[in-house]
């Protein structure tokens, strides 16, 4: 009887149509899921205006979102362990897609609050789910930058929410911009059903039909010869009882909390500037459409930085260029506070902080899927950016809390750098611990660097 690898043929053939069409599906989910996490930020003062409430009142409905983000995501990894991946990513898109047209009618705070929560929600369960199906299609050698290159989505999500904010908010008020965000994924939601298939290495650790994870390897490689008898297989122990339970066992728990810590930490910083930028950059005297365009160059940045990043790791060790990334990004938050509403050096200064705090985010998204097995991938992933939102939930109150107080944009983003550094230390030491060894290795622990194969 054969017996076939599974992780060996997506590792050895060049990356598939198939593949492709699979990453580019969840990058548009991801694109989706960045303009519905972001555009709260640029669309706030236009809100705040029609309502006729100080924007700093905003820093709940900005933390709400992410709450729902956080639990989101601690709820549907777990669940996408067990059941699937694109069971969880079409329900969760259907659930940001409604929690945002639902935002329309927002009267006030505390429904935007509500709004927001139920939104992020559905936000959370996508974002870990399109990082675990990726990588699990993706072979060793170019896992970071596959993982990289799909979730460029998510600031060019956010960048062309910057970008369309003021457009929109000008032709249609500020509910338009939460029409746009929920109409779009409603409407992708039968491409996920009819077209997105489920994780190949999901369904061989479940020991799915044969027939079905044959015809899958077929579109992976369609030279494959496979007989009918055919046995698939993960070259992994499996893994029983509750998913949650062994990212803190079996070696994994001292590197679990240490990369939670620089995901809370990186995320904290993320989503600060995110959120706080675009009116802080107002307050300075720039106009509405100016301050949303400067500010969107954060996420322009992270773009460009994510598949650098996540390339350089593919060619070796990864938490060097994360662990540089972060200090960078303290570096550039510094030189945001210092550079006022110089225009020249503060555009430089933001390009440089997005290449380097959200570009590090793509290649830890990468990395987190790379150190865990395949039967708790998804809750790896997604407990990681769970208590990663814890981060991001803070980050937005503690901007809020420092402009009530008056506190100076300098001194602000100044205090922004110890996150940054933070995490920047527990990559260090991260690197140092049994997790970067066990589960399924990082990829550049597993092979040795070479040129792409597409």
Known sequence: MQTVDVSAVIDRAPVSAFQKLTMAICGLVVFLDGFDAQVIGPVAPAIAKAWGVNVASFGL???????????GALVFG?????????????????????GSLSTMAASGVGSLILWRFLTG??????????IALTAEYAPARLRGLLVSIMFIGFPLGGFVGGLAAAPLVASFGWPGVFAAGGLVPLALVPLLVWVLPESIRFLAARKETGARVAATLRRIDPALSLAADTRFHLPEAPLSGLPVRHLLSEGRGAGTVLLWVAFFMNLLVIYFVLNWLPAMLQGAGLSFERATRVAALFSFGGMVGGVAIGRLGDRGNPFVPIAAS??????????????????????????????????????????????????VRSTGVSWALGIGRLGAIVGPFIGGELLRFAVGAQQIFFLAALPALAACAAIVALRQTKLARVGQPAVALAAPARAPQF
């Open 61 to 71: 409905a900005f933390s709400a979102g992410l709450a729902g983000l956080m639990c």
């Open 121 to 130: 929600i559905g936000l959370g369960g996508a974002m870990p789910n399109t």
């Open 326 to 375: 972060f200090l960078a990004g303290a570096l550039s938050l510094t030189a945001i506070g210092a550079a006022g509403t110089s225009l020249v050096p503060l555009i430089a200064a933001i390009l440089v902080g997005g290449f380097a705090i959200p570009g590090a985010q793509f290649a830890m998204n990468a990395l987190a899927a790379a150190v865990y097995p395949t039967a």
């Open 78 to 98: 777990p669940v996408a362990d067990r059941y699937g991946r694109k069971k969880v990513l079409v329900a969760s898109t259907l659930i940001f897609a409604l």
